[in-house]
């Protein structure tokens, strides 16, 4: 069994990946026609395709955690309310104040 992960190991350190040309052409109906293959005698074009980019699970992660805090923030300053008696209803409003030129900072 160590020796078959072994092979794939090996394989997989010494495979590179293939890319196959893409071509483009436009036949005579002028119909648009993709294909890993060039055709022929007809004029045609190779597009370039260049490789996925991807991004990391933890950092995305780590995205929708921050997104979610946001919403979650904004949520609640909007549904605070602005009217209120005393001293509490004020700092509350001057929290808010504060929290939102945060934000405004940000973007």
């Not at 950092?59 to 946001?70: C, T």
């Not at 609640?76 to 008696?85: Q, V």
Request: contains cysteine.
């Amino acid at each position: 069994m160590p020796w078959i992960l072994a092979i794939f190991v090996v394989i997989g350190c010494f495979s590179s990946p293939l890319y196959a040309g893409v071509y483009t052409w436009i036949d005579s109906n002028g119909i648009a026609h993709f294909s890993d293959y060039p055709p022929g005698e007809l004029p045609h074009r190779e597009i370039v395709v260049s490789e996925p980019s991807t991004v990391p699970m933890s950092e995305n992660l780590d995205q929708g955690r921050r997104v979610s805090g946001i919403r979650d923030d904004v949520r609640g300053l909007l549904s605070a309310p602005d009217r209120g008696a005393g001293e509490g209803a004020d700092r509350a409003r001057v929290e808010r104040e504060k929290t939102c030129g945060a934000y405004r900072k940000k973007a």
